[in-house]
């Protein structure tokens, strides 16, 4: 990080301040990123900016709950935005990935342009990161994957772009966040959402199916590793588009595969898979296919980063 946190703090309050020569809006994810520049911007600038949270449809169980639970603690001005039809509907039938972010991304800026427009918005401020901006490609870098708040903006939108954290990596991210009082335990969590962690079509029955396995998945980690310190970096689970045979109770099944993915990192362009007892990892497939029944078989990834990316998609 360039600055310690408190040095920082009053640095990108000031960009904030200095970038804004009229009212904005800040599309939030809920995610560590976005969050913290949300209270950056209600420390900052107050009711200049209006930070936005879009219900995409493709949200964890009770997210937009959490989201505005924190939004009213650090008095953030806010709306939270019910676009799950609009989202779902553009991904029917989508299977490619970088398709799925771009789709996302521009739906995204469809939805924050409409906002703008109300309010009288002239900038779309968000939380993008080094790593986000890094991996999309562009000038001599290589696409690894397009972020849907880099490389699935589309090439001309109403909205002038300010990135007050593109410099920064998620180590710093943590650090800033500590230091404002933010909970740094909270799951990083990718801005399309599900969409990534659902290969092949997205569809509400695979989201709803997910949401459930990510919310046990979650619940069984923070059980086994109740020191914050001491968890994986990230854990998630990924719902592959392959089904295969099985047995539930005395039954043939013929259900779909789940994929643990925990991993541990400082900065999140390397790091490694995370090495859970077997122990834990099978009572944890166990959960998943007893309270699943469409789900028959549960794998664990053991890839680093590279030559993996930590998300799937």
């Known amino acids: 990080m360039p600055s310690s946190p408190s040095d920082l703090v009053p640095e990108l309050e000031s960009f904030i301040s200095g970038s804004l020569l009229g009212k904005g809006i800040l599309a939030c994810s809920g995610g560590q990123d976005s969050t913290l520049l949300a209270v950056l911007c209600a420390r900052s ?57 771009k789709i996302i991304g521009k739906t995204f800026i469809d939805v924050f342009e409409s906002i703008a427009k109300e309010s009288g918005a002239e900038y779309l401020l968000q939380g993008t990161i080094a790593p986000d901006w890094i991996e999309s490609g562009g000038s001599r870098r290589e696409v690894i994957k397009s972020h849907h708040n880099v490389g699935g903006l589309p090439e001309k939108m109403n909205l002038r772009l300010v990135e007050p954290l593109r410099d920064l990596y998620k180590d710093d991210i943590r650090e800033l966040s500590a230091h404002l009082g933010l909970d740094t335990g909270v799951q990083p969590y990718p801005g399309p959402g599900l969409a990534v962690r659902i290969l092949g079509e997205v569809t509400e029955e695979k989201v709803r199916l997910l949401q459930e396995i990510t919310e046990l998945t979650e619940e069984a980690v923070r059980k086994e590793y109740p020191d914050p310190e001491k968890r994986p970096w990230q854990y998630f689970a990924v719902l592959l588009p392959v089904r295969t045979t099985g047995v539930h109770g005395d039954k043939r099944s013929y259900g779909y595969t789940v994929a643990l993915r925990f991993f541990d990192t400082f900065d999140a362009m390397s790091g490694s898979f995370t090495k859970p007892s077997m122990d834990f990892l099978e009572r944890l497939s166990t959960s998943i296919t007893n309270h699943n029944p469409s789900v028959n078989r549960v794998v664990y990834d053991i890839t680093n980063k590279p030559p993996g990316t930590i998300e799937w998609e």
Do not use: Q
């Open 45 to 101: 600038v107050k009711d200049k900016v209006l930070v936005v949270f879009v219900d995409t449809g493709l949200m964890r169980k009770n997210e937009s709950k959490r989201v505005e639970e924190l939004f009213k603690k650090f008095n953030v001005n806010y709306r939270i935005v019910n676009s799950s039809e609009l989202f779902l509907s553009r991904l029917r039938g989508v299977t490619d990935p970088e398709e799925k972010r």
